[in-house]
């Protein structure tokens, strides 16, 4: 039987965790391991100034104490599962939210996936993806990402995982019911724009505070309509591959004739 670890960075009373655990269970065993809080936007960070705890809520179902989605499959790989028997996938999700363009680096959910391509487990992200902010994820719910979920996933464990090494499969869900749905495009990551949603406040004592909010879903439009944006615009479950080599090729010749000195 095939071994599915699964996460998320929405702590682990998600919603979304509970329907991708339903979507994936009939592909093989399943273990979840997740945030005991919310995480979002924490990144690809580790735990390293406090200890960390599983906190076992039901079979094969544990909470981290205060981990990251990062710190969930690290410890995971090496506390619950023995050398000759790891997981056979990771999956992150399902977030409750967008995952596209530059997010991806901001992103819990994203950087779970990143953490099992690094520790040798092939990875996936999926996100939920909603009209607006003001959009109920409850009355959306689920269906559509759960079909993609299964479909994809069921595609991994059967005919293997179609990247290369230290590579992860991001994927959003269009904020549709499954009959709205056009089927799956594979997309790059679009160039995401941003502003500042910074919001000053005033507690009771007169002290300053600030909330950080949450920026539209607005992009750079590419031409070709090849990016997660577009697709998820058109009604499409965007797949994009995703690597964690940054390394900006492109612009090594140029630095080689930078004139630096040799001697600092």
């Known amino acids: 039987m095939k071994r599915i670890l699964i996460t998320n960075d929405d702590g682990f009373e998600s919603l979304g965790l509970k329907a991708l655990v339903e979507a994936l269970r009939p592909l093989g065993h399943i273990t979840v391991v997740a945030p005991t809080v919310e995480k979002s936007a924490c990144g690809h960070s580790l735990t390293l100034t406090r200890p960390l705890r599983f906190v076992q809520i039901d079979d094969d179902f544990f909470k981290l104490d205060d981990g990251t989605p990062t710190d969930c499959v690290y410890l995971s790989k090496y506390a619950l599962f023995s050398e000759e028997c790891q997981p056979d996938l990771v999956v992150s999700g399902i977030n409750k939210g967008a995952n596209m363009g530059e997010d991806i680096t901001y992103s819990g959910t994203a950087s779970a996936a990143m953490e099992a391509v690094l520790q040798g487990i092939p990875g996936i992200a999926i996100s939920q993806v909603c009209r607006s902010r003001c959009q109920n994820i409850d009355e959306l719910g689920f269906e559509l990402a759960k079909k993609a979920a299964y479909n994809i996933c069921k595609k991994i464990l059967e005919d293997g995982f179609p990247l290369g090494d230290r590579r992860f499969l991001n994927i959003n869900v269009p904020p549709v019911q499954p009959k709205e749905c056009k089927g799956f495009r594979v997309t790059k990551a679009g160039y995401r724009l941003y502003g500042n949603d ?65 001697e600092i």
Not at 200 to 207: D, F, K, T, V
Not at 220 to 229: G, K, L, S, V
Not at 239 to 262: A, F, G, H, N
Request: charged share 35%; net charge negative; hydrophobic share 30%.
């Open 198 to 262: 910074a919001q000053l406040h005033r507690n009771p004592r007169g002290e300053e505070y600030y909330w950080l909010g949450l920026h539209p879903l607005q992009w750079i439009p590419d031409e070709n309509r090849m990016c997660d944006f577009e697709a998820i615009k058109e009604n499409y479950v965007s797949i994009t591959p995703v690597k964690l080599d940054m390394t900006s090729y492109e612009d090594i010749d140029r630095l080689k004739e930078w004139k630096i000195e040799d």
